[in-house]
């Protein structure tokens, strides 16, 4: 943000500017060749994912956010993640490579047919034993799950409409200093829609609760379709 003068000397005005660059095919190109690549696992899944389902791919994890997850779980030291929204299991595959042989991640998710492709690739890359996938409603599983602090790290990318929903279940779950990773909080630029409902109602309500929310402090970045990263006091 800036500030300047408007036409009287004694008026100042906010003017918001993006310091973010257009993102064009060449840009976001230049990104992904100068972050860590996607080894031979990742990327076949990727592929197989868009083969396979061309018409939900586009729920996959964006490129650039499967190492920056690795990066996270790896910088944290965590060892119990809780994922709500698996699809085909790039992002759990990624947050599984950083884990310690001991680590778990409780992954949820509710399609045996789109998290099977997930299955082939986390045993593909060894590292099935660290993912504990439960097929039913998130919201089902996770009321199930030991009230107690427990959780290092939350990874967020389900149904938009039930994410506050979700972040009531899993706040009181996660550890101090735990992190919660939410995905699509821009839904594609229509967060700024008041008048919108469904997702992009779901997603608005979201933000504003985690901004609001005294137990966490909280960022929410321009990265992909829109990250916010909280962080539990």
């Known amino acids: 943000m800036s500030v300047t003068l408007g036409a009287d000397p004694g008026e100042r005005r906010n003017v918001y500017e993006t310091k973010n660059p257009p993102l064009t095919p060449e840009l976001y190109a230049y990104v992904l060749a100068h972050n860590p690549p996607l080894d031979p696992v990742q990327r076949e899944l990727v592929d197989i994912t868009h083969t396979r389902l061309a018409g939900e791919a586009g729920m996959q994890t964006a490129e650039e956010q499967a190492p920056l997850l690795t990066f996270l779980v790896g910088l944290l030291g965590a060892r119990n993640i809780v994922e709500v929204g698996t699809?085909?299991?790039?992002?759990?595959?990624?947050?599984?490579?950083?884990?310690?042989?001991?680590?778990?991640?409780?992954?949820?998710?509710?399609?045996?047919?789109w998290t099977a492709i997930g299955r082939q690739a986390w045993a593909k890359a060894g590292v099935a034993d660290r993912i504990d996938l439960r097929i039913a409603p998130a919201l089902d599983t996770l009321r199930a799950l030991p009230t107690d602090p427990w959780i290092d790290f939350v990874f967020l990318d389900a149904d938009k409409e039930n994410y506050v929903n979700y972040w009531e279940e899993l706040v009181p779950r996660l550890l101090?200093?735990?992190?919660?990773?939410?995905?699509?909080?821009?839904?594609?630029?229509?967060?700024?829609?008041?008048?919108a409902d469904g997702a992009t109602a779901g997603i608005r309500a979201f933000n504003d609760r985690v901004?609001?929310?005294?137990?966490?402090?909280?960022?929410?970045?321009?990265?992909a379709d829109g990250l916010t990263l909280a962080r539990k006091r």
């Open 87 to 113: 699809f085909t299991g790039l992002s759990t595959l990624s947050m599984a490579m950083a884990l310690p042989a001991d680590g778990r991640i409780i992954a949820c998710d509710i399609s045996e047919e």
């Open 176 to 195: 101090p200093g735990g992190v919660v990773v939410a995905d699509n909080t821009l839904l594609q630029g229509r967060v700024t829609d008041p008048t």
């Open 211 to 223: 901004q609001s929310d005294e137990r966490v402090e909280a960022v929410l970045l321009t990265v």
